[in-house]
């Protein structure tokens, strides 16, 4: 099942397939949207898939 956090933590970790623009639109997108809950989403299905490190790095880089 696909939710708008793991089509981020999708285009995150395949960022060099689809375009690390593209990753980070999708990632400023969703968290401009979702606020702040929407990182704890992010990383319970970043944690869940072995992309953390990306996340979170991507994330702080995006917030601020």
């Known amino acids: 099942m ?3 956090a793991r089509s981020v933590v999708d285009a995150m970790r395949h960022r ?5 623009t ?3 639109a999708a990632l400023g997108r969703y ?3 979702e606020g ?8 319970e299905v ?3 898939l072995g992309a953390l490190s990306v996340i ?3 994330a702080e880089a995006v917030l601020a």
């Open 36 to 43: 702040p809950n929407g990182v704890r989403d992010l990383q």
């Open 22 to 24: 593209l990753a980070l």
């Open 31 to 33: 968290l401009r949207r």
């Open 56 to 58: 979170r790095s991507a």
């Open 2 to 4: 696909y939710s708008a």
């Open 16 to 20: 060099r397939r689809f375009g690390e």
């Open 46 to 48: 970043a944690r869940d």
